[in-house]
């Protein structure tokens, strides 16, 4: 029979796929439930030996999901500085063929007293200190004999302190802009003294900050920002997100507004994308907050360190409406609260990936194509002659012997394959051949089993044998 890699020279002769999913090698029955989830928005449990691929179905699945719609938006809370409020922008699916106008405006008008206070401030028509009414030409408050306009812009505490101690006026206003959920409004004073209001939603866009004369917003979670996120569980912060200290606390005129100092956490900026978390049992007790925001989809961010000025801030409920894909060894299964394991199983998949896959023309060739993958994507090592194809071909048949105690098949450790392969590289450009050879292989095949576990015992457990088989026993 012919030669499996007949017609080869190099892996340079390899047609690689750009689509991610046909890049995984071993794992056809994992791919095919990982597309099912996706489309139907199923949660992922992943397990199985180290290196062999649970982040890269992660990363291929994310490649299926649509481009994000929501953009999150955090607004200062006037009447409760502590609380932020949140707004979500949302763009309208532009596969919509109807006639629904880009953009609505409605018009109305009011009179000056009924402003909100802080647009009633910068237009003049209210004191800043004591919220008295006047009319925006007097510079001064009756009531309190203060100076009714000052720069309140926070981009410093220390600034904030200096503005108001020397009183430096800004002009009033004749027209303010601000955001409220997906609506722009503008608040334009007119010759008559009556305040003319335009609500203008936006169905593609939104408003930005820029249109915004000061910092009353602030975008938390980007729409152009990578929604797949990969998170190791070390910390709760990292998970769930937090609030900056400022010594100042609450006072803003002092100090950092509340609203721009609360970070996100993973599951926020994993909205509408991936949430991928490794080692998932290293959660420990936050698994239960985990299960909270997978449930609810929305999760509200206060300051994790009791002695932080963070501590009394709060926001609302913040949309977390992510799919999971959590991985974990075998033995670390028991570490997974049961209600977590319930929520996946009842709206999602655990999936066990094969560590090892029999030998077979079509395994060969996919552990081929693979070993020309890893060239591709290391980026600074030569390509594989054919006689090398067969050697790593060799190893990976004794690796599935040494790590797993299979017979007559190859090892799906793909980690540990690709970093022989990347050792071979680096072993032929130091002996400034152009191309890996068989000697390269098997010198890096030595080099990859590591330094053992440190008490003189190889890592190996099933370590019985070396390579002896001379090249050529792929051909059939």
């Not at 005129?253 to 996100?264: D, E, I, K, T, Y």
């Not at 098997?442 to 003189?456: C, Q, Y």
Request: hydrophobic share 35%.
């Amino acid at each position: 029979m012919t030669s499996i890699l007949e017609g080869i020279t190099t892996t340079a002769d390899i047609t690689l796929s750009n689509d991610p999913l046909e890049r995984v090698i071993g794992q056809q029955h994992a791919v095919s439930l990982v597309q099912s989830a996706v489309v139907q928005r199923r949660h992922i449990l992943l397990c199985g030996a180290p290196g062999i691929g649970k982040s890269m179905l992660a990363r291929a699945a994310y490649s299926l999901l649509p481009p994000p719609k929501d953009e999150v938006w955090l607004q200062r809370n006037v009447s409760k500085p502590d609380r932020p409020l949140v707004r979500v922008t949302l763009i309208e699916d532009e596969s919509n063929t109807d006639e629904t106008p880009k953009e609505e405006i409605d018009l109305t008008y009011i009179r000056p007293e009924t402003l909100p206070f802080e647009i009633a401030a910068k237009m003049g028509y209210r004191c800043p200190a004591c919220g008295a009414f006047s009319h925006p030409s007097q510079s001064v408050c009756m009531d309190c004999q203060g100076p009714k306009r000052l720069d309140w812009s926070e981009t410093a505490s220390y600034h904030g302190l200096l503005r108001e101690l020397s009183v430096i006026s800004e002009p009033a206003q004749t027209s303010v802009t601000r955001i409220e959920g997906t609506y722009k409004l503008t608040y334009r004073r007119t010759f008559d003294d009556t305040i003319m209001v335009l609500h203008e939603r936006e169905f593609d866009t939104i408003a930005k900050p820029t249109t915004v004369e000061n910092d009353d917003y602030r975008v938390l979670v980007s729409r152009d920002s990578s929604r797949f996120v990969h998170v190791s569980g070390s910390s709760p912060v990292e998970l769930l997100g937090d609030v900056k200290h400022d010594p100042y606390g609450s006072a803003e005129s002092l100090g950092m507004a509340a609203h721009l100092r609360v970070v996100p956490g993973a599951i926020h900026e994993a909205h509408e994308g991936i949430l991928y978390v490794d080692e998932i049992a290293s959660l420990g007790e936050y698994q239960k907050h985990l299960l909270t925001a997978m449930q609810d989809r929305k999760y509200s961010i206060s300051g994790r360190n009791p002695n932080s000025s963070g501590a009394a801030v709060r926001t609302d409920d913040i949309p977390c409406d992510f799919l999971l894909f959590a991985a974990c060894n075998v033995e670390d299964l028991p570490g997974i609260i049961p209600p977590l394991r319930s929520r996946i199983r009842g709206y999602g998949y655990e999936i066990m990936l094969n560590s090892t896959i029999p030998k077979s023309d079509q395994n060969i060739h996919d552990l081929v194509r693979f070993t020309a993958q890893t060239v591709e994507e290391d980026g600074r090592i030569p390509h594989l002659t054919a006689d090398a194809i067969e050697s790593v071909l060799q190893v990976a048949e004794d690796m599935a012997f040494r790590l797993d105690g299979q017979r007559n098949s190859f090892t799906l450790r793909l980690r540990e394959l690709g970093g022989l392969v990347r050792i071979a590289g680096d072993l032929a450009v130091q002996d400034y051949e152009d191309l890996i050879l068989p000697k390269h292989v098997l010198k890096a095949e030595s080099l990859s089993r590591g330094i053992g576990n440190g008490d003189g015992t190889s890592p190996y457990p099933n370590r019985s044998r070396e390579i002896s088989k001379p090249p050529g026993d792929y051909f059939f």
